[in-house]
């Protein structure tokens, strides 16, 4: 089993910055893929950002340029730091990890950001 733990959320001004972070223990592959989603009010969950074990990144087009993802395997952790937030960013956000065939979520993180 594994578990997921996000911190780092909060509230934030346009333009603004936040650094979340999220921290996954238990049975941990090697190969994995962590990333974050998102899912606002009334809205559909989100991929936002995507990183491998290699280190190989995608991200949602809404926030490439903006938003940066990175990981520490040693620590089993994944960050993603949001510059440039606007209010359209805001949601609560959850860290994902997907290995073999099963796939995991925290508990979410609010980040929302104010006009």
């Known amino acids: 089993q594994v578990q997921l733990v996000e911190s780092g959320g909060g509230l934030v001004q346009t333009g603004g910055s936040l650094r979340l972070s999220c921290v996954a223990s238990?049975?941990?592959?090697?190969?994995?893929?962590m990333g974050w989603y998102r899912q606002a009010p009334g809205k559909q969950r989100d991929m936002v950002a995507v990183?491998?074990?290699?280190?190989?990144?995608g991200y949602a087009d809404s926030v490439k340029g903006r938003f940066t993802t990175s990981r520490d395997n040693a620590m089993n952790t994944v960050y993603l730091q949001m510059n440039s937030l606007n209010p359209e960013d805001t949601a609560v956000y959850y860290c994902?990890?997907?290995?073999?065939?099963?796939?995991?979520w925290g508990q979410g993180t609010q980040v929302t950001v104010s006009s």
């Open positions: 238990g049975s941990i592959f090697t190969y994995n893929t």
């Open positions: 990183i491998n074990s290699g280190g190989g990144t």
């Open positions: 994902n990890l997907r290995q073999g065939l099963k796939s995991y």
